[in-house]
């Protein structure tokens, strides 16, 4: 390991360099929100995509804007509501009378960066949509299929307070999320500095220090962050343990979770993980890596019970399977 650390310990140093350049652009915009930002961050580096949970008025679309305004890509607003169509996402085929055939009109989920604002307003049919190109990053438009660019990734929101005319996201579409984070409110200092800012007219301007070749750069740093077979079981186990408490130990937790955590959770908090031991300066994972990225990688794959009733038994036969993946369902 002491080979791969020195041999990395160059290039760690330059990424941290361009991640303190990005932090510092950022919070131009974005006052505290630290863990957000470092989150929506690790997300990018990792390559999977984050679901932003807070009530209105908590910048998760301003935070999502301003990393995208940080980057020099491509970024796509959709704001999603009950009358959105497939189309109006992935795009559709147009009649050409003049040629006598059809041609392509891509929507706004060809970006690199797609924000779907309110994810949880649209319909089933629009979400099914946004599963195909979150999970095999291409869309299907009448009979082609269309690569997605490279990078590609989803920031959604949604609002936990309203469930008037909301659509609650499909288990199979959560899990594909490797980072659900909760956003909280500001503390007074931070509150003030927010005021002091935001009541101007001149808002700050956000100018892009990242490219996409240096962001596939930074992803190609943390593939080679050493993981050691220790910190490897230490994840299984960690995964293990929402699917069976009681060999655990964990007994009270028994009735608590419906189904485990499904493998795409061993996936997500290995390549967490991997991007913490980046951000940290480090080329080697440690287990405080793994429990960094550990409450938001796991909960998009861990489905709970909704109480501690004492009817309510997990259910171990697995679940419906996706992709190889077992996924379940919270029962009522």
Do not use: W
């Not at 974005?30 to 470092?38: E, F, K, L, P, T």
């Not at 269309?146 to 659509?167: M, R, S």
């Amino acid at each position: 390991m002491s080979g791969i650390a020195e041999d990395l310990a160059p290039e760690i140093e330059a990424q941290a360099l361009q991640l303190a350049k990005l932090r510092q652009e950022i919070s131009k915009v974005i006052v505290g929100q630290a863990y957000m930002v470092d989150r929506l961050l690790m997300a990018l580096i990792a390559d999977g995509h984050i679901l932003i949970e807070g009530i209105p008025g908590l910048a998760k679309t301003t935070a999502v804007k301003t990393v995208a305004d940080a980057l020099d890509t491509g970024f796509a607003r959709v704001q999603f509501t009950p009358d959105l169509l497939p189309a109006d996402l992935i795009g559709t085929e147009i009649y050409r009378p003049q040629h006598l055939d059809f041609m392509v009109k891509t929507g706004p989920i060809f970006s690199n960066l797609v924000l779907a604002d309110e994810i949880n307003r649209a319909p089933a049919k629009v979400q099914s949509a946004l599963l195909e190109a979150m999970q095999e990053r291409q869309v299907t438009i009448g009979e082609q299929t269309h690569n997605l660019p490279d990078p590609f990734l989803v920031l959604a929101t949604q609002n936990p307070i309203e469930q008037e005319g909301t659509y609650p996201l499909p288990e199979a579409q959560v899990d594909r999320f490797m980072l659900k984070l909760k956003v909280g409110y500001p503390d007074k200092e931070e509150e003030k500095e927010i005021l002091r800012r935001m009541a101007s007219r001149h808002k700050p301007e956000i100018e892009p220090v990242l490219t996409l070749e240096e962001i596939k750069k930074m992803r190609e740093v943390a593939d080679r962050i050493y993981l050691d077979p220790k910190v490897e079981d230490y994840i299984v186990d960690v995964v293990f343990a929402t699917r069976e408490p009681a060999v655990y130990k964990l007994e009270k937790l028994e009735n608590l979770i419906d189904y485990g955590a499904s493998p795409r959770a061993s996936i997500f908090l290995a390549q967490t993980a991997k991007v913490q031991a980046l951000m940290s300066g480090r080329a080697y994972v440690t287990p405080q890596d793994v429990k960094t990225g550990c409450p938001e990688a796991s909960d998009p794959a861990l489905l709970r019970g909704r109480s501690p009733r004492p009817d309510l038994r997990r259910r171990r036969a697995g679940g419906v399977q996706h992709g190889g993946c077992s996924v379940g369902g919270v029962r009522h």
